[in-house]
Structures are given as structure tokens and as C-alpha cells.
């Protein structure tokens, strides 16, 4: 790695990234979304060098935190760089962490790009990478699925409302009841 961070002024929004100039240079970082920065904002940006190919670049990330979901996700197999980037420009990383930690394939199939497949494997992989707890039931939302199925309710209102539902170390009669009190609530 050779850069960590940068201090700087942001003088260009790019459709994938921005420029930030520091020291009288312009530093152009790929970042997850772009529109969340304004010409001339000071920004402290966390970085990641990425080398491809292609040439080398420099993804950028607001906070430590969210440049350490980056890089777990860059340990999956069949993820890169660029498709770590995009997972963290379709949902928040603290959600993405929080979906992890509760073992939701739902939340995680409901982000573009991502399919059964690459659910699966992400929480296959990242289990255990962010230091979250161990000790959890990794069929959870499946039953929880199954018991709201039983209950009549459509498998695509429980998907989308599962999908949700991030709590971690929390029982099925907990996610359910908050399940339940969701569909309510759409009705």
C-alpha cells in the first residue's frame, strides 16, 4: 500500500470518483458514490492502491471502517475490486456489515449484482473476517422464512421485508415479531 489517507480539497465529481488536490496535486480516487461530495469540500479520504492490468488506481472510502468492509469483500472469492466497489455503492457498508454479522442472505440478495451464489459465499468467506460474533444460528433467516410462510403470508413481502432486517444475536421470535410488525405496517 502506498498511500493511507489523503487531506484534501475536493475539486472534481466524476461519474465514478472524484479529484481531491493535496500539496498542489489532483489525486483522481475511484470512490462508491460520488454524488455524496461537493466541489471544494475539505475531505480527509482513506485509500486502497489497486493494481490490474489495466494500471494502477486509488479507491477512496470516508472512513477506516468502511475501507475495511472493502477489502473483506475483496477476499471473497469471485469478488473484486471493482465489484467490491459497486456492492458498496448499492447499499450502505454499515448495513452490508450488520447483514453479515446476522447471517441475512436476504439483505445480501437484494443488492444488485449479487445473487444466491455470491450471498452465500460472501457470508461463507467473511464470516468471522470483522470480528463479529461466532456464535450464530446460519440457518436463522431461512426459518424465520419458513415460519412466516406457514403463517400465509407471500414469499416476496417476507423476502423484501427479511431483506431489511439486520439484528444481530437476535432469536427467530425476535426477528419475526419485527417482521411481522413491518408487514403490518405496510397494510
Known sequence: M???YFLGRVTRILKQGVVIE?????????????HQFHVGDEV???????????????????????RDVYLGLNTVNGIGPKSALKILAECDFKDLKKAIE??????????KGIGQKGSA???????????????????????????L??????????????????IPEATNEEIIKEALRRIRSYA
Open 121 to 147: 459465499q460472501i457470508l461463507l468467506d467473511l464470516r468471522g473476517f470483522f470480528d463479529l460474533n461466532q456464535n450464530i444460528n446460519v440457518n436463522q433467516y431461512d426459518e424465520v422464512y419458513s415460519a
Open 22 to 34: 493535496t500539496n498542489s496535486i489532483g489525486y483522481r480516487i475511484a470512490v462508491s458514490r460520488p
Open 102 to 111: 446476522a447471517n441475512n442472505l436476504f439483505f445480501l440478495r437484494s443488492i
Open 149 to 166: 410462510r406457514h403463517l400465509g403470508y407471500r414469499a416476496k413481502e417476507i423476502m423484501t421485508t427479511l431483506a431489511k432486517i439486520n
Open 2 to 4: 502506498l498511500f493511507d
Open 44 to 66: 480527509k479520504m482513506y485509500v486502497e492502491d489497486v493494481l490490474r492490468e489495466e494500471g494502477l488506481y486509488l479507491v477512496g472510502f470516508s472512513s477506516i471502517e468502511e
